[in-house]
T-cell receptor, first 112, second 112 residues
Framework: TQLLEQSPQFLSIQEGENLTVYCNSS?????LQWYRQEPGEGPVLLVT?????EVKKLKRLTFQFGDARKDSSLHITAAQPGDTGLYLC????????????FGIGTKLQVIP | ETGVTQSPTHLIKTRGQQVTLRCSSQ?????VSWYQQALGQGPQFIFQ???????GRGNFPPRFSGLQFPNYSSELNVNALELDDSALYLC???????????FGQGTRLTVV
């Protein structure tokens, strides 16, 4: 069974601060995705990383895939209240169908 | 372009009953995946349907079953409901297997 561990589980910061959240596994994934989920909504895809060592930027968000494709990080610069939400990482192990394993998520609160 | 829609949005059932949840996939999408998200957890993969056939299944008992119709909409059926089945049930559709998945807002099921 492929497991994804996310840390920290909870994070409360002031507007303007920087933060990094982590997603780690002992398994190799063919791709890894980051989602943001708001209360009462389904997850919304932020980015997919595929290549080991890959770095992708989405405005103030920077995503990195580990060289061994077992871990990933999400860095947010100058956090804003609109960044508040549950950040989920999800790994796809391949195998011919889209079985995606999700982590438990990091619940981020950005205080104005 | 119509997104993924799920119905109902909320549902309360009694232990032992049966429930059917519905999902309309995004226009043009032939693949639907179902996930269970318990409170404070990440989504857990239940199964995937591709062109009306089950195309992969997670670690859920046989009382969780599904269907996909010719228009690619889908149903999730759960028999003999247990208290632990209380969760947010998410449906995600994608253009093809292993392409980006778009999630619906979910159905919140409460079993009492």
């Amino acid at each position: 069974t492929q497991l994804l561990e996310q840390s920290p589980q909870f994070l409360s910061i002031q507007e303007g601060e920087n933060l990094t959240v982590y997603c780690n596994s002992s398994s190799v994934f063919s791709s890894l995705q980051w989602y943001r989920q708001e209360p009462g909504e389904g997850p919304v895809l932020l980015v997919t990383v595929v290549t080991g060592g890959e770095v992708k930027k989405l405005k103030r968000l920077t995503f990195q895939f580990g060289d061994a494709r077992k871990d990933s990080s999400l860095h947010i610069t100058a956090a804003q209240p609109g960044d508040t939400g549950l950040y989920l990482c999800a790994g796809e192990g391949g195998g011919g169908y889209q079985k995606v394993t999700f982590g438990i998520g990091t619940k981020l609160q950005v205080i104005p | 372009e119509t997104g993924v829609t799920q119905s109902p949005t909320h549902l309360i059932k009694t232990r032992g009953q049966q429930v059917t949840l519905r999902c309309s996939s995004q226009s043009g999408h032939n693949t639907v995946s179902w996930y269970q998200q318990a409170l404070g957890q990440g989504p857990q993969f239940i199964f995937q349907y591709y062109r009306e056939e089950e195309n992969g299944r997670g670690n859920f008992p046989p009382r969780f079953s599904g269907l996909q119709f010719p228009n690619y909409s889908s149903e999730l059926n759960v028999n003999a409901l247990e208290l632990d089945d209380s969760a947010l049930y998410l449906c995600a559709s994608s253009l093809q297997v292993n392409t980006e998945a778009f999630f619906g807002q979910g159905t919140r099921l409460t079993v009492v």
